[in-house]
């Protein structure tokens, strides 16, 4: 295999975009078609001042890696969950995190939920009903809430989470075998701004997850190897497996999956179910001053309320 | 494992339903089953005349017999493909439709594709690229003509098809995959009809494979066992593998999947893509006189002019 660009030995093939490439090449790939989904997409520009939340792993760290060669005003956000034990995962996440963003005297915000919150994600998880059942999902509406905050409290006019298509491509699929409408009528890779909201962008949302883990391997970024403890029988793994036999079959399957899902959205095929941005800022969390659409406490304010 | 109606030893256990059943109280309840969604989704009444689309296998004789013994006017239509070379498997099909007619005094009309076009679907299939790739499109084609043709000839106000949920399910599953909003925005269980067009029903739209599987066994109904030979590596057998994998894991999956995508239409997900029955009419094929929306000739009709 030869890459396309040079004719030197190709390390990575990518039937899906019947695509190889050597090292060299490829790492000027993945930046300029993650620079064609900004621009596409109108993520943001150079003016913006952007929060990428960064876990620590292959896919955070090289979508970090690449704004900040493409010139990008980054700053980034490690939220440390303390899941911790006989793990040491969030410890060592974070120290990958750290190392990166010193390597480019770049600035991190550490958020320590287990201080700020006297209680760690593990603990919360396990207090609740919820979270014994689906600890992503109180994971995810504490790390949602935590982003936001931060974002909102410090000005940044957008948050990048890197979410890849895989990601992408799983929520997706289960949203549709469930026909949420309120899920599916929200899966654009940029939810603008609003009172209260800061803008959230995905440019990795058309990249595969082995493109961003061969390009954090290939641009030699040190990353935390591990899955998540908690992860383990999550929905989105069991989706994501059958997504990947189907590539297997049928490459590209994934992006066609998602690419055609935005055009879906683009032509009308779901009318917005969700509140309007405008209609949700008249609602506000009275504990922690966040939107929220259930008038009372936020869903993040239930939660650490232990009420 | 009890009968849920009479306490017996059941015979088939429904975890889908959470409801096991003995043979008397199966036979029952699916024709009840059957008969709610008739009238749920307005299929048909007394006054219709149906044609019943039959095979000779297990979903269309369990569909004719359980109208017939709700007490529907019902005529079958049997299409004889000409798919024997080495198989007999149309000439056995028809002979299973045949029996099943004869033994309760059904009227059965048969449709011989080889003498009326010319060509057997085999050979259709061999001699076009369409077909050589996808014989059950060209297949789906060809009975979708026919059917509709000997409907509107013979003044039947309704046309039965034998889709089950795993049929609807695999199809729904693929068209998802690839957002097709013309196909997405008509999967309803039935399609009204309109000039040239006579209404299309699917009674087994909420009705397991596995159940209709059982009643066919349970009534004593001699039907097809084989699958067609050209079906082998369709797409819906594809998908079909997945949905078995998923119900297997998560009961119910099928039928929510479904379910949740005929609400969603309901609510004004995928606002109607293709033409108006009526715009449809204004073009008919000038060879065959059916409505079509291509302008010239329709697609079967290219199909069986070999130009």
Redesign the interface.
Known sequence: MRCRTCGSKAVINMPQHRLALCKVHYLEWLPAQTQRDIAKYHMFDNSDRILVAVSGGKDSLALWDILWQLGYQTEGLYIDLGIDDGTTYSRRSGEYAQAFAGQRSLKLITVNVGKEYSETLTQMAARTLRGREKPCSVCGLVKRHILNRVSVENGYTALATAHNLDDEAAILLAN??????EH?SRGQPVLPSGPGFTRKVKPFCRVYERESAAYSVLRGIAFMPDECPHSTGSKQLYFKT?LNE?EESMPG?KL??YN??L??LD?????ARQQAPEDLAKQRCPNCGQPTTSGGLCSFCVLINKS
Chains 1, 2 share one sequence.
Request: proline share 5%; hydrophobic share 45%.
């Open positions: 549709t075998l469930d026909w949420s409408l599916l059958y189907w399957t066609r999956f055609n899902y055009k879906a032509s009308g095929a779901f009318p």
